[in-house]
T-cell receptor, first 114, second 112 residues
Framework: DAGVTQSPTHLIKTRGQHVTLRCSPI?????VSWYQQVLGQGPQFIFQ???????GRGNFPDRFSARQFPNYSSELNVNALLLGDSALYLC?????????????FGPGTRLTVL | DQQVKQNSPSLSVQEGRISILNCDYT??????FLWYKKYPAEGPTFLIS?????DKNEDGRFTVFLNKSAKHLSLHIVPSQPGDSAVYFC???????????FGTGTRLQVFP
């Protein structure tokens, strides 16, 4: 069975640009969460979506937004990129909300902002 | 404000010996604790978890201990194997949420 997939694998953008990252959850999983991992730090929670509705939001500026589609895939959008947005962006999926130990992480998208 | 702390950035252990990774937390509302393992170019992989109503959970070579009064948990790996070499993250969550608060990680190296 396919695990959580994310695209693209790597991405290079310049300051001020916009980026869209994509995540496909494991088949049957209805919850998707997004995390940002800056080099040398642990992953930091950005958003959770369950059944296409936002269930949680971390301490990130409004430049960050996300959505979940009817097929439960998800997009993370970041506007007006800053150098500090350079990080590994991780997506995690789970069957249902409220079961953190059943989250499966994708390999991540490495974003570099120049 | 780092609510979950892993104060040892790295740990080196000989194969066959015990590895002990430590984690401290500050938020009393955390009710579930997890350990993840991460290899380069891969996402974190769930290893073992413990509910706040327990003080120990075992799964094969991995045991997690929770000391709520000290707000401290530890992961014991015994015996350690070279394949255990990875970065280990401690994480915590609040009941009925998927939001995980991660520590900064400990890089474990198991040498022959």
């Amino acid at each position: 069975d396919a695990g959580v997939t994310q695209s693209p694998t790597h991405l290079i953008k310049t300051r001020g640009q916009h980026v869209t990252l994509r995540c496909s959850p494991i088949s049957g999983h209805k919850s998707v969460s997004w995390y940002q991992q800056v080099l040398g730090q642990g992953p930091q929670f950005i958003f959770q979506y369950y059944e296409k509705e936002e269930r949680g939001r971390g301490n990130f500026p409004d430049r960050f937004s996300a959505r979940q589609f009817p097929n439960y895939s998800s997009e993370l959008n970041v506007n007006a990129l800053l150098l500090g947005d350079s990080a590994l962006y991780l997506c995690a999926s789970s069957l249902a909300s409220g079961h953190p130990d059943t989250q499966y992480f994708g390999p991540g998208t490495r974003l570099t902002v120049l | 404000d780092q609510q979950v702390k892993q104060n040892s950035p790295s740990l080196s252990v000989q194969e066959g010996r015990i590895s002990i990774l430590n984690c401290d937390y500050t938020n009393s509302m955390f009710d579930y604790f997890l350990w993840y393992k991460k290899y380069p170019a891969e996402g974190p992989t769930f290893l073992i978890s413990i509910s706040s109503i327990k003080d120990k959970n075992e799964d094969g070579r991995f045991t997690v201990f929770l000391n709520k009064s000290a707000k401290h948990l530890s992961l014991h790996i015994v015996p350690s194997q070279p394949g255990d070499s990875a970065v280990y993250f401690c994480a915590a969550s609040v009941v009925d949420t998927d939001k995980l608060i991660f520590g900064t990680g400990t890089r474990l190296q198991v040498f022959p």
